[in-house]
C-alpha cells in the first residue's frame, strides 16, 4: 500500500491542515512544566500533538507547604524539605530528558510566607532552577487558559482550589475575563478556629465578597484542582458511574448536595479506599466540599464540569501561537494518532467522504466526532485481531482527548468498535453503553459498519473509491463503484455493505460503471 504523503492530504475545511509538523507547533512537542503549590509539587512534561499535548512523564509529591501557614507565617518546614528534594529530582530528570528547561510556577503557599523569597533562592542555589512566584489573578489566568486548552469554545466561571487558595476566573469566546482570589484553600480553611460552624460562616461571607464583585454567572462552572478532582471520584463511587475518567465529568448541583451528605455519612477511610481517593486528600475533603456547598449556592451554576486541565496546561497554553489555539484539540489529537500509527496515513480524510452521505443532517458536533472516528478507525491495527474492537473501544474512552463529553467518548469508542466487529454485546464495555439513548447507539454503529466497508476499498491516493448514497425515504442505500474498483468488491466486502444497509434497515443497489 502506498504512503500518502502528508503534502497530498487536502484540507478539512474549517479545520485545515493538521499544524503538528509547522515548526511553531514542533517547538512545543516536549515542554516541562512544575508546579509547586501549596499542597503539592507536581511535574509535567507534555509531548505529542503540540494542540492536544500527551503527558509523556507526571509525578507529583505532597509536599504540603501551606500546611500551618496562617499560625506560622512560614512554610512547612518538613514540606520545604521535601519540596527542594523534588525540584532537585525534576531538575535531574529533564536534564536527563535533554529538555530545553523547565517551567517552575509557585502559588498562594510561597507568595505569602515570609521565608518564600529565601526558599526561592534556595531553589536557585542547590538546582539552578528560576521559580516564578505568581499572584492570585495569574494563578487564576493560568488556571482559566488551561481549561481553554481543553475546551476551545467553553464559557463560564472557572474555580481553582488549591491548598492555601480558591481562585475565580470568567471565560468565553477564548478569552479570560475577570479574575479574583481568596484564602479559601483547605489548608487555610484548617486553622480557622471555631470548628465547622464558624468555617462555613467565614466561607459564607468571603463568597458573598466575590459574587459582588464578580456578578452573576449563571453558565456552566468549571472546577480545576486535586481536592475537586478527589470529590468528583466519590461522587462516581456513590453514583456508581461506569466511566472512571475526570476530566469533563458532569455534576448538577443536586448531585452535589447528594454527594455532600454520602460523605459526612459515610466512613472516610472506606470511601477513600473505595473512590482511589489518598489519605492525605482525603483528609481536605470536609474542609473542600464546604466551598463548593457555598460556591454553587452562591453562584447557580448551570451545571458542573470537572477539568483535569489548569494551571500546568494553561503555562503550555501561553506559549502556543493564536493560530494553534484555535484549532479543535481532538482534531488535532486525532491527525497525529494517525499519522503515527495507521497503516495508511491520509486514508481518514478520504474514508470520511466516503460515509458522510450516510450522516447529511449531522449537526457539526456530530461531524466532528465522525472525523476523529475516521482518523482513528486503523490506529490499533497492531493488536491481536481477536481484541482490536475492545482495544479502539478501550482507548478513546479512557484517552487524554480535551473537548470530548463522555457521551462522545463512547460515541467514537462505539463506532470503531463495530470498525472491528458486528456486535456490540457481550464484553466487559457494556455499562458504558448506558452514557448513549438508543438513537446515538445505532448511529455510531452505522458509522462503524459504514468505517468497516470502505477500509475494503483501499487504493492508491489517486484512485476513486467510489461512493455511497443513501436514500431514508426509500430505505436504499446505493454503492457507486468505478469499473477499475470491482475487483476490491468481494465476497467479504459484499457482506459488509450488507451489515450497514441491515444497519440502517434498507436495500442495497450496486452501480459498477466504466
Known amino acids: 500500500m502506498d504512503q500518502i504523503a502528508e503534502a497530498k492530504i487536502p484540507d478539512w475545511g474549517s479545520f485545515g491542515k493538521p499544524l503538528f509538523d509547522n515548526p511553531e507547533a514542533r517547538a512545543l512537542s516536549r515542554v516541562g512544566v512544575v508546579d509547586v503549590g501549596s499542597n503539592s509539587v507536581r511535574m509535567v512534561i507534555f509531548d505529542g500533538a503540540a494542540r ?128 479574583l482570589t481568596s484564602a479559601l484553600g483547605p489548608l487555610k480553611l484548617r486553622d480557622i478556629k471555631g470548628g465547622r460552624r464558624a468555617r462555613k460562616a467565614h466561607i459564607k461571607a468571603t463568597m458573598e465578597e466575590l459574587r459582588d464583585q464578580l456578578g452573576p454567572q449563571r453558565d456552566r462552572l468549571f472546577l480545576v484542582g486535586g481536592s475537586w478532582r478527589a470529590f468528583a471520584r466519590l461522587d462516581m463511587l456513590r453514583r456508581g458511574y461506569p466511566l472512571n475518567v475526570l476530566h469533563e465529568y458532569r455534576m448538577t448541583t443536586k448531585q452535589v448536595r447528594e454527594t455532600i451528605k454520602f460523605i459526612e455519612k459515610g466512613d472516610p477511610d472506606h470511601l477513600r479506599s473505595q473512590a482511589g481517593v489518598s489519605s492525605s486528600r482525603m483528609a481536605l475533603i470536609p474542609y473542600a466540599m464546604d466551598v463548593l456547598a457555598r460556591l454553587i449556592r452562591t453562584f447557580k451554576p448551570k451545571d458542573i464540569a470537572i477539568s483535569s486541565y489548569g494551571i500546568r496546561e494553561g503555562l503550555l497554553y501561553e506559549q502556543m501561537p ?31 467522504d466516503f460515509v458522510m452521505p450516510l450522516f447529511k443532517s449531522a449537526p457539526e458536533a456530530r461531524v466532528r466526532l465522525i472525523k476523529a472516528a475516521c482518523l482513528l478507525h486503523d490506529v490499533s491495527w497492531r493488536a491481536h485481531p481477536d481484541y482490536r474492537a475492545e482495544i479502539c473501544f478501550d482507548n478513546v474512552t479512557r484517552a487524554n482527548l480535551g473537548g470530548l463529553k463522555h457521551s462522545e467518548r463512547v460515541f467514537i469508542g462505539l463506532a470503531l468498535q463495530h470498525r472491528y466487529r458486528n456486535k456490540r454485546e457481550g464484553n466487559r464495555f457494556e455499562p458504558l453503553y448506558k452514557l448513549l439513548d ?28 467510489g461512493t455511497l448514497r443513501f436514500y431514508p425515504k426509500k430505505r436504499q442505500l446505493e454503492l457507486r463503484l468505478p469499473k477499475a474498483g470491482e475487483p476490491l468488491f468481494s465476497e467479504v466486502a459484499e457482506a459488509r455493505l450488507n451489515s450497514l444497509a441491515n444497519a440502517l434497515k434498507s436495500e442495497v443497489h450496486v452501480i459498477i460503471r466504466g
Open 322 to 352: 493564536q493560530i494553534l489555539r484555535d484549532r479543535d484539540p481532538l482534531i488535532e489529537a486525532s491527525y497525529f494518532s494517525e499519522s503515527k500509527d495507521s497503516r495508511l496515513p491520509g486514508f481518514g480524510k478520504h474514508l470520511f
Open 438 to 465: 438508543e438513537k446515538d447507539q445505532k448511529q455510531a454503529e452505522i458509522l462503524g459498519k459504514a468505517m468497516r466497508f470502505g477500509a475494503m476499498l483501499w487504493m492508491h491516493h489517486d484512485a476513486k473509491m
Open 52 to 179: 492536544s499535548p500527551a503527558y509523556f512523564y507526571n509525578e507529583k509529591i505532597m509536599c504540603e507547604l501551606g500546611a500551618g501557614l496562617s499560625e506560622s507565617g512560614c512554610l512547612n518546614p518538613r514540606g520545604r524539605k521535601r519540596a527542594l528534594s523534588a525540584l532537585r529530582r525534576f531538575q535531574q530528570l529533564a536534564k536527563d530528558l535533554d529538555l530545553p528547561g523547565l517551567h517552575v510556577v509557585a502559588t498562594a503557599a510561597v507568595r505569602e510566607a515570609r521565608d518564600g523569597p529565601d526558599f526561592c533562592d534556595q531553589v536557585h542555589s542547590e538546582t539552578g532552577l528560576t521559580v516564578q512566584v505568581i499572584d492570585g489573578g495569574e494563578e487564576a489566568r493560568l488556571s482559566a487558559q488551561g481549561v481553554l486548552l481543553g475546551w476551545p469554545g467553553a464559557y463560564g466561571l472557572i474555580c481553582d482550589i488549591g491548598g492555601s487558595s480558591m481562585e475565580l476566573a470568567e471565560i468565553g469566546d477564548g478569552q479570560v475575563g475577570h479574575r
